[in-house]
């Protein structure tokens, strides 16, 4: 018999992106390119341990942080529930968190890097029709603000069921396989 994996729990997300192995590196740098538009050269995972013994924990961390090349930090969670208005607030809070926590007391703002948040939801936002939802601080005219800290990237995962009417998995990018891995899963 056959085991199909769930790529969306959160802990199996986790152990396969954070081991630190050159397939988990290759995976996270192709999901982190994907997500954000960006072109990697090198990454760190900063938060590799994982302790099987606290998953009944309230407090694990499944979530996985990396910093790249050019020392912006990137925090990747996988979220199973769909959209709600606490989940967004929560979102909002943990990123402005990753930037507060960059300085200690009187140090210089100067030293801020930007922050990007990859949120991988098992939902779609109804006012868009992508499989990447991404948000950062812009004016009225849609002009991204100088030295924007944030980005928030949402892959929306129910999407890619909807791409694969309109093309076939053999034309996915590399990225667009990976999604659908995490949404529909694999059989062995």
Known sequence: MKTKIDY????AFRYILGSNTPDSIYLL?????????????????LNPE???????????ILDLRVKTDQNEEIDIEMQNSCFSETLRKRFQLYGAKLLSEQLK????????????QIIF???????????VDTYESRNKKGIREKESLLTRAYVQLPYINE????????????????VYAFKNGFDD
């Open 163 to 178: 791409m694969i009417k309109q093309k076939k998995i053999e034309e996915f990018n590399d990225f667009e396989l990976a």
């Open 50 to 60: 994982l302790i099987p013994s606290q998953l009944d924990d309230k407090d694990m």
């Open 8 to 11: 969306k729990n959160d802990f």
């Open 105 to 116: 007391a009187g140090e210089p703002y100067c030293k801020l890097h930007h922050v990007s």
């Open 29 to 45: 740098t192709i999901l982190i390119e994907g997500a954000l538009n960006i072109k990697l050269k090198e990454l760190h995972i």
């Open 121 to 131: 939801i098992d939902g779609m936002n109804k006012k868009t029709d992508e499989l």
